[in-house]
């Protein structure tokens, strides 16, 4: 067999290989398709719980007539230490007198300690009814017990946006 026969065989079995795999994404684009029009494809689900909707357990945690922030957290997340330091910080300088921050955990037991800002350990039940599926996240509950802001916060300069931003009453410096 001399080179041009040689290459091409070869080419023809690549040919033939290449028709089986176009072959088999041809099956699977037609059953996607197929399966597509049974049924809608759902658009990915908001995390959090709707700003208005009343906040779960609000006087147990932060009390009555008073504004609360409250930072879903977990004691193995670095970027949750930084966003509590800086909320004790924030607090520290900046916040209202009726306004209760609060650091809740999911975790029974938690390092992280604050003597500014409260931290609720073993609370995995309000992880699930505020919806806080990644930390950290923040929920801003207004002084009528509603949820005003639900998201989730990826460092501490974003926390202190949202604070900045969303809680009423506050001095904002140029």
């Known amino acids: 067999m001399d080179f041009v026969t040689s290459a091409l065989l070869v080419s023809w079995v690549a040919i033939a290989l290449l028709a089986f795999v176009v072959a088999g994404l041809v099956r699977q684009v037609h059953q996607l398709t197929r399966a597509g029009g049974t049924r809608r494809a759902s658009s990915p689900r908001k995390v959090g719980i709707d700003p208005g909707r009343p906040a779960p357990a609000i006087d147990e945690l932060a009390g009555q007539d008073q504004d609360a922030v409250l930072l879903f957290l977990s004691d193995t997340c670095h ?96």
């Open 79 to 174: 970027t949750c230490e930084d966003v509590l330091a800086a909320a004790g910080e924030w607090v520290r300088r900046e916040a209202p007198e009726q306004l209760a921050v609060r650091a809740v955990y999911a975790e029974t037991t938690v390092t992280a300690t604050d003597e500014v800002v409260p931290v609720l350990p073993d609370r995995a039940d309000l992880f699930e009814a505020y919806d806080a599926l990644a930390t950290p996240y923040a929920v801003i509950v207004d002084r009528t017990g509603r949820v005003r802001r639900s998201e989730p916060v990826g460092s501490a300069s974003a926390l202190l946006e949202l604070l900045k931003s969303d809680l009423p009453g506050q001095v904002r410096s140029s």
